[in-house]
């Protein structure tokens, strides 16, 4: 018997006027799976996960978390951007503890409520090695300080799906690494089915176990790699074969897929013939 995927998108279109941002974009993902969009830029990949967050209004489809269908926002799913958005008026502890307040007004909350949350907030402080910093303020923190932060900020309504939005972008390599090693040990320990947009290849498939490519113009989805390493990462996995293989085929496709070869093989063609006519 087939269990049903934890998230359904059924013949997904997006439209931004005449700009075809979605076509007929059509995934499953599993309970539990983490999964990495790759492609090239204005492929859709920021477009298909606002969708998912239920920040994006579908043109046409249909999309499903647990078989009910995605018409907004919801508990269920949580995002992290990029940049960290966090309340700089409020302290690391009190930007975690925020999303719980939202949910629970004042008037409503029980003892009950105030106990879980203080100890899901320790716990998520603990989790994400921020116990050290829980009363200083985002400015004083380091940028990857602050993605734990958002991170942790994301988990505290215990999300099943967790949408990120090149998250560590805007970090260093090294650190980088250490929030790549975090992020798998909080998919395993919370079992959270996670989507994550990234630029960069080697993180697609260090963290996915499925890479799904996605192609420009329209943006569609082109292939879906199955990622050949063991369910637990470890950082020296990079250097095997198999992985670098894989590496090299998914940016040659979104070199292909980019329109981008099409330029340089325009460039080497007029530098051989010394001159740049437009006209031919
Ligand atoms: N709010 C918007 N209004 C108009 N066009 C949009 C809007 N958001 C996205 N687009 C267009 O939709 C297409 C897909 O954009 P999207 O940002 O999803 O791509 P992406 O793959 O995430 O790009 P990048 O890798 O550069 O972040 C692009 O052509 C983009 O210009």
Redesign the pocket.
């Known amino acids: 018997m087939s269990t049903s995927p934890k998230i359904r998108v059924q013949g997904l279109w997006?439209h931004?006027?005449t700009?075809v941002?979605?076509q007929d974009v059509n995934l499953d993902i599993e309970e539990n799976a983490f999964v990495t969009l790759v492609?090239?830029?204005?492929?859709?990949?920021?477009?298909?996960?606002?969708t998912l967050a239920g920040l994006?209004h579908r043109s046409a489809g249909t999309l499903l978390c647990d078989g009910q269908p995605i018409e907004g926002p919801g508990a269920d799913r949580a995002m992290v951007f990029q940049h960290y958005s966090l309340y700089p008026w409020l302290t690391v502890l009190e930007n975690i503890r925020f999303s719980r307040q939202l949910k629970v007004h004042t008037q409503d909350r029980t003892a009950a409520d105030v106990e879980a949350a203080a100890g899901r907030a320790d716990a998520l402080l603990r989790l994400m090695g921020l116990t050290h910093v829980a009363r200083h303020y985002p400015s004083q923190l380091s940028g990857g300080m602050q993605q734990r932060v958002a991170i942790a900020r994301a988990l505290m309504s215990r999300p099943q799906v967790l949408l990120m939005?090149?998250p560590f972008g805007a970090l260093d390599a090294q650190t980088r690494e250490v929030m790549h090693d975090l992020i798998l040990h909080v998919h395993r320990l919370e079992r959270s089915t996670i989507v994550f947009?990234t630029?960069d290849v080697e993180e697609a498939l260090y963290l996915g176990r499925q890479v799904v490519l996605?192609a420009?113009?329209p943006?569609r989805i082109d292939t879906v790699y199955q990622v050949p390493l063991p369910a637990e990462r470890q950082q020296d996995m990079k250097l095997a074969p198999a992985f670098n293989e894989l590496k090299r085929e998914v940016l040659a496709r979104i070199r292909a897929t980019s329109g981008m070869q099409t330029d340089f093989e325009l460039l080497a063609k007029l530098s051989q013939a010394g001159s740049l006519d437009l006209t031919e």
Not at 39 to 50: F, I, Q, V
């Open positions: 997006k931004f006027g700009t941002a979605l492609g090239a830029s204005g492929c859709g990949k920021s477009t298909l996960l606002r994006e939005d090149e947009v630029h996605m420009p113009r943006g």
